[in-house]
């Protein structure tokens, strides 16, 4: 099963607001409604951001959101920090009882 | 607050087996609405996730396509925790691994282990 399509990189300005893309298929992002997304700087795990597509787990801030329409989700940060610049993943469950994540994107804050 | 350590050698040699134990502090292995993970990272894979086992009135596992011919997740509950085994590697089983709980089987991952670098190498 191939990863989730993720844009590579993105960027934006402290204060500004950017969106990262997930796209995938009817047998994972859009059959279930099981997207998650993970923040990871570098040498560090990844922590979880957003679970089940946009509930926020206690003490991420509220400026991320999460969303999804058919097989594409989507993760927005608002009001860019400089302590947002890291690498994004997102996965989903799958029709065959598994995870697949994301590629990745580095988001840059300029 | 959950706690996961793992704890594993850091070198392994082609054909040998990886075996790599997530130690759990803060939960139980034997919960009946948390599954627990093992993950890798690498630069040509990317995150890969590896498997889970969970506890529903009896043991569970799943396994990747990828590797399920080679892998074992196994629970240790008398002392909380549970391992990883992947047999035969060759260099491109070279990953960090991670742990990760699945707080409530949604199939998200909450909290990670600190990761352990694996190489396979001779």
């Known amino acids: 099963q191939s990863a989730l399509t993720q844009p590579a990189s993105v960027s934006g300005s402290p204060g500004q607001s950017i969106t990262i893309s997930c796209t995938g298929t009817?047998?994972?992002?859009?059959?279930?409604?099981?997207v998650s997304w993970y923040q990871q700087h570098p040498g560090k795990a990844p922590k979880l951001m957003i679970s089940?597509?946009?509930n926020r787990p206690s003490g991420v801030s509220n400026r991320f959101s999460g969303s999804k329409s058919g097989n594409t989700a989507s993760l927005t940060i608002s009001g860019l920090q400089a302590e947002d610049e890291a690498d994004y993943y997102c996965?989903?469950?799958?029709?065959?009882?598994?995870?697949?994540f994301g590629g990745g994107t580095k988001l840059t804050v300029l | 607050q959950v706690h996961l350590q793992q704890s594993g050698p850091g070198l392994v040699k082609p054909s040998q087996t990886l075996s790599l134990t997530c130690g759990i502090s803060?939960?139980?292995?034997?919960?009946?609405?948390?599954?627990w993970n093992w993950i890798r990272q690498s630069p040509s894979r990317g995150l890969e996730w590896l498997g889970r086992?969970?506890?529903?009135?009896?043991?569970?596992?799943d396994y990747a396509v990828s590797v399920k011919s080679r892998v074992t997740i196994n629970p240790e509950t008398s002392k909380n925790q549970f391992s990883l085994q992947l047999n035969s590697v060759t260099p491109e089983d070279t990953a960090v691994y991670y742990c990760?709980?699945?707080?409530?089987?949604?199939?998200?991952?909450?909290?990670w282990g600190q990761g352990t670098l694996v190489t396979v190498s001779s």
């Open positions: 990760a709980r699945d707080p409530l089987g949604g199939n998200w991952f909450d909290p």
């Open positions: 803060g939960d139980s292995v034997s919960s009946n609405s948390t599954a």
């Open positions: 086992t969970y506890y529903r009135s009896k043991w569970y596992n």
């Open positions: 009817s047998s994972d992002v859009g059959g279930y409604n099981n």
């Open positions: 089940g597509v946009s």
């Open positions: 996965s989903s469950y799958t029709n065959n009882t598994s995870v697949i």
